[in-house]
């Protein structure tokens, strides 16, 4: 999954730990943070998104599973198909 936050932060060429130290948290917990496991406070949210200058909005940094994109495609894993589709033809006409 990669959510807003971290592709304002790739995009502009900075570490997590440029990142944590600029708004005075821990690299861990912006790394949880940037892959959607754990939720920053509003206040933190805040100052994350003045970082990108507003380029990632606060909702964004705080429900990031609304906003993420698939990851690149992986030649080496399967692809996954949704229950229901695919399968034996049963039932269609």
Known sequence: ???????????????????????????????????????????????????YGGQVSETQIIYPERFVTAEPFQADRPPVVAAGLGGSGAGHA
């Open 1 to 51: 999954m990669t959510t807003p936050l971290r592709m304002a932060r790739e995009k502009r060429g900075l570490t997590i730990q440029q990142v944590a130290t600029s708004v005075g948290i821990d690299p861990g917990n912006l790394s949880r943070i940037e892959r959607g496991k754990q939720v920053p406070s509003k206040d933190l949210a805040e100052k994350l998104s003045q970082v």
